[in-house]
């Protein structure tokens, strides 16, 4: 592990490369705002293919709930780890130095078969998938769950302050 410095973490952030870290970094920065413990590391599907397979069949029996997965290009690490392991995946598609312009790793990531869901976010949306990954456990987590509302209060409130500081400094100009 890259960072094992979380106690039996819940949910683990993996990429295909050291080179998606800095997109990825937001997830967990999501997970450390939410007290959520975490553990990263790197797995890639095509350079490493015994590590994911041990990886997605223990994830679970580790106490793994949710698993994070980020990759570019042809980017079959998220949708591999679904394959193998019952748990929930959030597939983080990154415009890496081998994308075309990031579709390839939307579609690589987004385009699975029936039977074998990823919850694909948007592009180097890492940040969302770090939410996500916490809402999952807050359905069985009041606490967490509270914790979660606010957020979005605090999303909502941002918004409407900036909404009124923009028409008040429009009135201003127009009067
Ligand atoms: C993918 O290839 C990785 O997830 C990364 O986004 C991309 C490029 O990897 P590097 O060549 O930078 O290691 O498998």
Known sequence: ??????????????????????????????????????????????????????????????????????????????????????????????RSSNSIDGWDSILSILQMPNGVPVATVALNAAKNAGILATQIIAVSDINLLNKVKEYKENLRDEVLIKGSSLSNDQNKHNS
């Open 1 to 94: 592990m890259v960072d094992n410095a979380k106690a039996n973490p819940i949910v683990s952030v993996v990429m295909g490369s050291d080179s998606d870290l800095s997109v990825m970094q937001e997830a967990i920065q999501m997970l450390s705002y939410f007290d959520i413990p975490y553990e990263i590391d790197i797995v890639s599907a095509h350079r490493t293919p015994d590590k994911l397979f041990q990886f997605a069949k223990n994830a679970d029996k580790r106490g793994i709930r949710v698993i994070i997965a980020g990759a570019g290009g042809a980017a079959h690490l998220p949708g591999m780890i679904a394959a193998i392991s019952a748990l929930p995946v959030i597939g983080v598609p990154i």
